[in-house]
């Protein structure tokens, strides 16, 4: 059974504000890189959030990807992507 990738509410309004080239590159990592892995926690640049349980981050440059894994379900959420200095006082 692959990975459902789901966009949360936020998600959307996120990615439409960030820079063109950051945009890019986050629209292809979930576009193109997350439906082909079979283990998302295998990702080298994943990284788990400390004192959350289920709750990661991908790092793009001064951005962050915050995202949530539900590995009984098999369900990656996407919560939210903004740069650095902001994403901790949204996510999670």
């Not at 309004?13 to 080239?21: S, T, V």
């Not at 576009?31 to 994943?46: D, G, K, T, W």
């Not at 991908?58 to 996407?78: A, E, N, P, S």
């Amino acid at each position: 059974m692959s990975w459902t990738i789901v966009a949360g509410p936020r998600f959307d309004g996120d990615l439409a504000d960030l820079p063109p080239k950051v945009r890019s590159r986050v629209e292809e990592f979930v576009l193109l890189s997350l439906p082909a892995i079979e283990n998302p926690f295998a990702l080298r640049n994943l990284a788990k959030l400390k004192g959350y349980q289920g709750f990661y981050k991908v790092q793009f440059g001064t951005y962050r990807l915050g995202l949530q894994l539900d590995g009984q379900r098999k369900i990656i959420h996407l919560l939210r992507v903004m740069h650095g200095r902001d994403i901790y006082r949204h996510f999670p």
